[in-house]
C-alpha cells in the first residue's frame, strides 16, 4: 500500500465506514436554476477547502472520498496520486464508488489544508447531442459537481480525529472557466476573483449507494512527442502531428511574451489538401444555441481548448479533465505578432486510460503482424476508462461490442475486476421489466430493442456472457450467484415474449461490409435471420451458465422447450434446400454454425463447408460483422482454416486491417472501407470493435490457449512466411512463454516454458512430426519443452491476399 493508492487489504479496498459516517454532500453555491441553454457559459469549477490542526504526531490518516463528476484531491499543496479522470463512472442513482487512501505522509503535527478541486465528467453533462440526436443530460444520474469525504486521523497517542465535509469547508474558484469530455477545457491563468459571499452548502447530492471502488484508477500511459511541429498556412496556424492517433492528453508551455487567448484543435487526420478534418471526431452537435459564444444548437462538436493568458509569464497547460482523440492539433491565436513557432515549447501528449495489468506479449519476424498486434490493444485501451466504451467518439458502453471484444480483452489484460463493475454497470440500469439496456450507463439508445429503455438482442447478450467469464475463467462463482436473481429476472423478460415478436429485435451482425442502407437505416446483411439466431444464441447462454446454478425447475423447463421451438422455427423460416440460410452471406452461416442450426453432425460440416467456400469465393474476404469476425477467427480455426485466417489478418488490399495502420496510425478504424454500404457518415478511426483478431494471433500463432475450464492447449501454428514467433499469456496458473523459430525450409524449433505441476495439452499439427523432444529444469519451479519438427510435406507459401 502506497499513499497514492487506494488503501487495500488482500486486494480489496477497505472501506472505513459503509455510510461515512457523518460526511455530508456539499457543494458551492452557485445558481441552483441554472438552464441547459446556460451550460456553455464560462464559470469556474469549484474547489472546496478545508483547515484543520493536528496537535500531536500522526500514527494514521486514512480519507475515504468521491467527488462528482470528476475530482483531484490536494493534501497541503501536493497533488494526491497520478489518477485522472477519477470518479468511476456508472449510474450514480444505484451506486457511488468512493475511494479509500493514506495520506499520513502528506499531513503533519500543527496546520493542515485538504483542498479538492471538482469537475464535471459524466455527473454534470452537457445537453450536447451525441450522433444529433442523443442527449445524455436527460438519461444519466446528473447533478452539480460535489463532494462527500471523511479524513480519519489516528494521533500517536491514539487519539481519533474525525474530519467530515460539511458546510463548514470554504469555497473557492478554480481556473477552469468551462469542461467537458466531449468537447475540452477554458482554462485561465489570472488570479479567482475573490468573493466573500461563496458558501459551501450541503445538498442531497446522488442517490446510489455508497461502495467502495475496486478497479485500477485512470492513468497517464503512453508518451508522445510530436513528430512535426510547423506553420501552416492552409490551415491558418501552427499544424502539430504526433505521428499516431492517441486518446489522451496535450501539453506545452506557452510563451510568456504572448497575452491573450490560444485555441487548441484536435483531430484524427487530414483532408487530401493538407487542411485538418474533424469528421472521424464529430461526436454530435452542441444541442443548444449560445448567441455569447457564437454555437449554434445544430453545429457540430469540435475537440477543442481555449487557453485565456493574462501574464507575462509562460503558463503551462495540460489536459485534466477531459481527453481528447487526436493525431494533430491545430493551434490558433489571436493578434499574436511573433513567430508562431516560438509561442509553444515542451510540447507532449500521453494516452490515458484505465491502468490495466498486461497479460500478454507477442512479437514476431513479421513488422505487419507486430503492428496489428500493437494497434489492437492501443484501441481497446484508448477506450477504457472505468469501463468498455465503443469508441473515442461516442464513448459509450455499447453491450455489444463488449461481447464482440471480451476474449480479446482477457488475452490482453487483468480485467477480472473489471468485468465484474461493467456486469453491475449493465444490472444497475435493468429495466423494472428485466430487460438490459443497449448501453451502460443508459443513454437513451435503444435501437431495434425489445421495448422501453432495453436493448437490441445482440447487445443484451452482454448479461450472460460476462457472468460466464466472471465464473469461468476467474473462478468467481460466487460473484454470479450473489446476482443470479438479476440474471434470472433477464431470462424471464426474454422468455415472455412469443418468439415472432422478439426473433426481429435485434440489429444482426453490425458493422458487416455487406450491410446496405434502406430507408436512411443501416442494415446488415441477412439481419431478419441473424436477429432470430441471436435470441437463440441468448437462450443457449443461459442453459450453460445456469447449469452450474440453482435455479428453478420451472424455468429450465421453458428455458429448453422455448430453445427447440425457436430452433425449429429458424429453420422451418430460413433454411433453404441446398442447407444454407436466407441469401447465403459469411454473416448468415457463421450466426447458423453459432446457433447449431443443424440437425446432425453431416449437416454441420456441410455448413461448415459452406462457409469456408463463401470466404473463397468472397477472395478471402473476412465479410463479417462485429459478432461473426469475433466468431469466426474461432471457429475457422477449429476446422483447421488457420490459413485462410493467416491469409485475411496479412491482406494488403483492401478492405483489410493494413490500411488502417496507413501513415503511421496505431489505432484501428470502425469500418472498412469497401462494400456496397454506403457510408454517409464518417466512421471513427479510434474504434477497436474489429480488433478481436488478437486472440487467434495468441492462441495459434504463439500457440498458447486457455479454455473454459482453465485447461491449458499449446497448439501453435507454423504460418509458412514467417521464421520466429514469441509470445507470453500469464494464467491463474502461471505464466507461460512460447516461442518458435522456423531452422530451415521444413523445419523448426518449438519451445515452450511453463510452471512445472501444470498441467496441459500439446498438440503437434498433422503436417508434422516430432524429431526430438526435451524437457529442461528452467528454474523458479519451471520447466521447457523443446520440440525439433519437420515439415511432412514440403511447405508452400500462403500469400498475402493479393488477388
Given amino acids: 500500500m502506497t499513499a497514492t493508492d487506494p488503501l487495500a487489504i488482500n486486494g480489496m479496498v477497505q472501506p472505513l465506514s459503509d455510510s461515512l459516517g457523518q460526511a455530508s454532500w456539499i457543494t458551492r453555491l452557485d445558481n441552483p436554476l441554472e438552464k441547459e441553454a446556460e451550460f456553455l457559459n464560462e464559470r469556474p469549477n469549484i474547489i472546496l477547502e478545508k483547515a484543520f490542526e493536528v496537535s500531536d504526531e500522526i500514527k494514521e490518516a486514512l480519507i475515504d472520498i468521491c467527488g462528482l ?45 485538504l483542498s479538492v478541486e471538482l469537475a464535471n465528467g459524466w455527473y454534470n453533462a452537457a445537453p450536447i447531442t451525441i450522433l444529433g440526436k442523443y442527449n445524455v443530460r436527460k438519461q444519466l444520474a446528473v447533478g452539480k459537481p460535489c463532494l462527500i469525504s471523511q479524513l480519519t486521523i489516528t494521533t500517536a497517542s491514539n487519539e481519533k480525529i474525525v474530519i467530515n465535509s460539511d458546510s463548514s469547508w470554504e469555497s473557492k474558484q478554480g481556473n477552469y472557466l468551462f469542461n467537458n469530455l466531449y468537447i475540452g477545457e477554458v482554462v485561465t491563468d489570472a488570479d479567482p476573483v475573490a468573493d466573500t459571499k461563496q458558501k459551501t452548502l450541503k445538498i442531497a447530492g446522488p442517490g446510489g449507494r455508497l461502495t467502495p471502488s475496486f478497479i485500477p484508477k485512470i492513468k497517464r500511459q503512453k508518451h508522445y512527442l510530436p513528430t512535426m511541429v510547423a506553420n501552416h498556412s492552409a490551415n491558418g496556424g501552427i499544424l502539430i502531428d504526433f505521428g499516431t492517433i492517441l486518446s489522451g492528453h496535450f501539453l506545452c508551455d506557452i510563451a510568456a511574451d504572448f497575452l491573450g487567448q490560444v485555441t487548441f484543435l484536435y483531430a484524427e487526420e487530414l483532408n487530401a489538401d493538407g487542411t485538418i478534418s474533424f469528421d472521424s471526431s464529430i461526436s454530435g452537435t452542441y444541442g443548444v444555441t449560445d448567441e455569447e459564444h457564437g454555437i449554434d444548437m445544430s453545429d457540430p462538436i469540435i475537440q477543442k481548448d481555449v487557453i485565456k493568458k493574462n501574464r507575462q509569464e509562460i503558463f503551462h497547460f ?22 508562431l513557432e516560438e509561442l509553444l515549447s515542451n510540447i507532449q501528449a500521453y494516452s490515458v486510460y484505465t491502468d490495466l495489468a498486461s497479460v500478454s506479449r507477442f512479437e514476431s519476424s513479421s513488422d505487419e503482424l507486430n503492428r496489428l498486434w500493437d494497434a489492437a490493444r492501443n484501441t481497446r485501451l484508448n477506450n477504457i476508462h472505468s469501463y468498455f466504451e465503443d469508441c473515442t467518439r461516442e464513448r459509450f458502453g455499447y453491450g455489444g461490442d463488449i461481447v464482440a471484444l471480451l476474449e480479446s480483452h482477457r488475452y490482453s489484460h487483468d480485467v477480472h475486476n473489471l468485468l465484474k463493475k461493467v456486469f453491475m454497470d449493465f444490472a444497475n440500469d435493468q429495466t423494472p421489466e428485466g430487460g438490459i439496456p443497449q448501453t451502460a450507463p443508459y443513454v437513451g439508445i435503444m435501437t431495434n430493442g425489445t421495448s422501453n429503455r432495453a436493448g437490441s438482442l445482440g447487445w443484451q447478450l452482454v448479461f450472460p456472457v460476462l457472468a460466464a467469464k466472471i465464473e469461468q475463467y476467474y473462478q468467481d462463482k460466487a460473484f454470479v450467484q450473489e446476482h443470479l436473481p438479476e440474471l434470472v429476472k433477464h431470462l424471464e423478460y426474454l422468455l415472455a415474449f412469443d418468439f415472432d415478436y422478439i426473433r426481429y429485435c435485434c440489429l444482426g451482425d453490425w458493422g458487416s461490409v455487406d450491410a446496405s442502407i434502406q430507408n436512411k437505416r443501416i442494415v446488415s446483411p441477412d439481419q ?55 441469401s447465403g452471406t459469411q454473416s448468415s452461416t457463421i450466426f447458423a454454425l453459432k446457433a447449431s442450426l443443424f440437425r446432425d453432425s453431416g449437416e454441420q460440416r456441410a455448413l461448415e463447408a459452406k462457409l469456408v467456400q463463401r470466404i473463397h469465393d468472397d477472395a478471402g474476404i473476412f465479410r463479417f460483422g462485429i459478432f461473426g469476425m469475433s466468431w469466426a477467427y474461432s471457429i475457422l480455426s477449429e476446422l483447421g482454416e488457420d490459413d485462410l485466417i493467416y491469409n485475411w489478418l496479412s491482406r494488403r488490399q483492401e478492405p483489410n486491417y493494413l490500411s488502417m495502420l496507413a501513415d503511421g496510425n496505431q489505432t484501428l478504424g470502425e469500418y472498412f472501407p469497401v462494400g456496397t454500404m454506403d457510408v454517409t457518415l464518417k466512421g471513427s478511426l479510434n474504434h477497436a470493435m474489429f480488433s478481436s483478431y488478437t486472440v487467434w494471433m495468441m492462441e495459434k500463432l504463439v500457440g498458447i490457449s486457455v479454455k473454459k475450464d482453465r485447461s491449458i492447449q499449446l497448439v501453435p501454428y507454423f504460418a509458412t512466411d514467417l ?50 523432444k526435451e524437457i529442461a529444469d528452467s528454474g523458479d519451479n519451471r520447466q521447457t519443452i523443446r520440440l525439433t519438427l519437420r515439415a511432412t510435406n514440403p511447405i508452400e507459401a500462403v500469400g498475402h491476399g493479393n488477388a
Fill in 69 to 113: 463528476g470528476y475530482y483531484t484531491l490536494y493534501v497541503n499543496g501536493q497533488r494526491l496520486g497520478d489518477a485522472y479522470l477519477n470518479n468511476d463512472v456508472t449510474n450514480y442513482d444505484k451506486t457511488v464508488y468512493y475511494d479509500t487512501y493514506d495520506i499520513g505522509n502528506y499531513l503533519k503535527k500543527g496546520s493542515n489544508k
Fill in 318 to 339: 495540460e489536459n485534466q479533465y477531459c481527453y481528447h482523440s487526436f493525431r494533430y492539433v491545430l493551434v490558433n491565436t489571436e493578434s499574436y505578432t511573433g513567430a
Fill in 528 to 582: 431478419e435471420f441473424c436477429s432470430a439466431s441471436m435470441y437463440l444464441i441468448l437462450l443457449e447462454e443461459y442453459k450453460a451458465l445456469f447449469a452450474a446454478h440453482e435455479v428453478s425447475e420451472t424455468i429450465m423447463e421453458t428455458l429448453g422447450l422455448r430453445i427447440v421451438e425457436a430452433r425449429s422455427a429458424i429453420i422451418d423460416l430460413f433454411r433453404n434446400e441446398d442447407g444454407s440460410f436466407a
Fill in 723 to 772: 521464421t520466429e514467433v514469441s509470445g507470453s499469456l500469464l494464467t491463474s496458473q502461471g505464466e507461460i512463454e512460447a516461442q518458435w523459430v522456423r531452422t530451415d525450409a521444413n523445419n523448426f524449433m518449438y519451445s515452450v516454458t511453463l510452471p512445472e505441476l501444470m498441467s496441459y495439452d500439446l498438440r503437434v499439427e498433422g503436417a508434422f512430426h516430432i524429431i526430438n
